[in-house]
């Protein structure tokens, strides 16, 4: 069943229509450079600021597919209510010195800013927020991330100004986070 409103989605719209506490901070940096080649694939959410679009989500992933016009496929899904619920969008580079910054959009006008403000140096984990810092998603190619690195990015969110209070694992089926 495709929705409109999973959790991909949530970013759209909290990105776009919210300001949050740290909108008196400075952006976000972002990494200086993503090779899209290499971010193309499959993200599993590992845990993020919870929007109401996500209640009751499990499994929450996202497949970002390169298209010949140089624009993003993205697939968001999750399981919930004993069903896989998907969002198809498209996505584009708004920032192409660095490919870091991106504008996400699920549904015509309403597009967000997805920006990757770290990126594992083998690709492994990225970590996406909006420039209001009220959003933050923190990804991996895996179910699973290893406690010791989630901890070490936590305290570099903090030093950039998120408030990691609210950040919330995501429940994955197999048993992990």
Not at 82 to 107: C, E
Request: hydrophobic share 35%; with cysteine; glycine share 8%.
């Amino acid at each position: 069943m495709q929705r409109n409103l999973i959790p991909g989605t949530a970013l759209l719209i909290s990105l776009f229509f919210t300001s949050g506490p740290g909108a008196e901070m400075p952006p976000p940096n972002v990494v200086p450079h993503v090779d899209l080649s290499r971010y193309a694939g499959t993200w599993y959410e590992i845990a993020s600021f919870p929007q109401r679009f996500q209640k009751d989500c499990a499994d929450s992933k996202a497949v970002y597919t390169p298209q010949d016009d140089g624009t993003i496929a993205v697939l968001n899904s999750c399981f919930r209510n004993g069903k896989t619920d998907t969002a198809k969008g498209k996505a584009w580079v708004a920032d192409k010195t660095t490919n870091a910054k991106l504008k996400v959009s699920f549904f015509w006008p309403v597009r967000g800013d997805y920006w990757i403000i770290e990126l594992g140096k083998n690709y492994e984990y990225s970590v996406v927020a909006g420039p209001g810092r009220n959003s933050l998603w923190i990804l991996a190619r895996s179910s699973t991330m290893d406690k010791s690195l989630y901890d070490a990015i936590v305290r570099r969110l903090q030093e950039q100004g998120f408030d990691t209070a609210k950040l919330r694992l995501t429940e994955h089926r197999n048993g992990t986070n």
